[in-house]
């Protein structure tokens, strides 16, 4: 259950800004939740038509440099369902998932460079969430999100070619630098699944909805291949 939190913590890493301009760049940098190291930097490129998110581009470069993995995501269908693949240049895994039709989607998965590909098509009750499309969530909910309210939906996993329940609501109001911004929960609406899942914790500017901080999970592993815990500041860019 660790990996679910995982894949929820690596699908927020990308700007969530609606800008004028058809293309925006920006880095931030991964750091070690506990002892404050850094770790690894994320390179995102994000293509704009008509003022809204088309496209996203992600790297996440290690500390020497090298090329971690890739994530391509297509968002002209819709913000909160893009389709898209992840990939890891060091094992080979791929996973990605794609729409063909309300509530239908397909997922799949491989674990390394020699395994084969797994591939389901799922059938998805609505509110349903795929990777980067959170953001989006969290912003077309975010008056009930601002008023206490809980927010469930189906978060889409290709790493377990399958659909989880998950809730959102809000934690606290809080200040980051000159930034005044909500603090939100994200865990699963699972009482037991929660017994073994820590919560991810993600701030937003209550002005303009940019991402300022996160922390939890990331499903960037260390050399023993387990996930790293980080903390990952945005409102340096703003």
Do not use: C
């Amino acid at each position: 259950m660790k990996l679910l939190s995982a894949i929820i913590a690596f699908s927020l890493f990308l700007t969530d800004s609606e800008t004028r301009l058809p293309l925006t760049n920006y880095q931030s940098l991964a750091t070690d939740l506990d002892s404050g190291n850094e770790l690894y930097r994320e390179i995102h490129t994000n293509e704009f038509e008509n003022l809204k998110i088309a496209k996203s581009v992600s790297e996440y470069i290690d500390m020497s440099g090298g090329l971690i993995s890739k994530r391509i995501m297509n968002f002209e269908a819709d913000s909160t369902n893009p389709n898209y693949t992840l990939e890891d240049f060091r094992s080979g895994y791929l996973e990605g998932a794609e729409v063909i039709d309300k509530g239908l989607v397909k997922v799949f998965m491989k674990t390394d460079s020699s395994s084969k590909m797994e591939t389901e098509v799922l059938e998805i009750d609505s509110p349903y969430v795929i990777d980067g499309g959170l953001t989006y969530f969290f912003r077309k909910h975010w008056s009930r999100l601002l008023n206490g309210e809980t927010v469930e939906f189906n978060f889409v996993t290709p790493s377990k070619l399958d659909y989880f329940s998950f809730r959102v609501s809000k934690n606290s109001i809080r200040k980051l630098g000159t930034h005044k911004g909500m603090e939100i929960i994200l865990e699963p609406s699972s009482f037991i699944i929660r017994q073994f899942v820590d919560p991810i914790y993600i701030t937003y500017d209550l002005d303009t909805k940019h991402i300022l901080l996160y922390k939890g999970i990331s499903n960037i592993n260390n050399d023993e291949g387990k996930s790293y815990n980080v903390k990952i500041d945005y409102y340096s860019e703003y």
